[in-house]
């Protein structure tokens, strides 16, 4: 596809249950970001892959978050026994090129979680 | 702590009339400021990115401003259309690596007829 692809769109789960959110980045994008965007705030980070190398994963929340991209394209972040501050957009954004100052990041729209 | 702070919170605006965004930012050290347009249920689009030496830039009817002696930046909004509803989001980039950036919370722009 022409842009970055998440999925599922929605997800609804129950508290403790564990969930996997997909990414899908642009073809040939080195880069790849996770970030959760709580309701009316600015995203926030939680991981970055360099091709299939978890380079940074300061901003996972907890070790109940999990993230992975084996091949250096497809990545998942898995959350395990999910809880209700879970509940958040997970937005995944990819780049041509590494972290860095002119690096430009292209976001998918999001995986919106909910919690019950 | 690195922070972007944005102005307003929200704003609703008539179709047609202009409107200015504002952002400032205490970042240290400063690499380049980014404006994002994120549409409902979209993921953030990029309109700007701005290095310290540059002040203005322009995208279409969005002009976005820079002054990094006072740590400000603006994105004015020329004849709004409708398609113009969203948030706009402040990024820092502070550099360091891929968690180098700060996002702002956002203005939530309503365009309305």
């Known amino acids: 596809g022409a842009g970055v692809s998440q999925s599922p769109r929605y997800k609804v789960a129950k508290r403790g249950q564990d969930v996997a959110l997909r990414c899908d980045p642009i073809?040939?994008?080195?880069?790849l970001f996770w970030y959760q965007q709580a309701l009316g705030q600015g995203p926030e980070f939680l991981t970055y892959f360099q091709n299939e190398a978890q380079l940074d994963k300061s901003g996972l929340p907890s070790d109940r978050f999990f993230a992975e991209r084996p091949e250096g394209s497809v990545s998942t972040l898995k959350i395990q026994r999910t809880q209700q501050e879970d509940s958040a957009v997970y937005l995944c954004a990819s780049s041509l090129e590494r972290a860095g100052a002119k690096n430009i990041q292209y976001f998918g729209a999001g995986t919106r979680l909910s919690v019950l | 702590k690195n922070q972007v702070e944005q102005s307003p919170q929200s704003l609703i605006i008539l179709e047609g009339k202009n409107c200015t965004l504002q952002?400032?930012?205490?970042?240290?050290?400063?690499?380049?400021l980014r404006w994002y347009k994120q549409d409902t249920g979209r993921g953030p689009v990029s309109l700007t990115i701005m290095t310290f030496s540059e002040n203005t830039k322009s995208n279409g009817r969005y002009t976005a401003t820079l002054d990094a002696d006072t740590k400000q930046s603006s994105l004015h909004i020329t004849a709004s259309q409708l398609s113009d509803s969203a948030s706009y989001i402040c990024?820092?980039?502070?550099?360091?690596?891929?968690?180098?950036?700060?996002f702002g919370k956002g203005t939530h722009l309503i365009i309305q007829p």
């Open positions: 990024v820092v980039y502070s550099g360091g690596g891929a968690d180098g950036l700060t």
């Open positions: 952002c400032n930012y205490t970042v240290s050290p400063f690499s380049n």
């Open positions: 073809s040939g994008h080195v880069s």
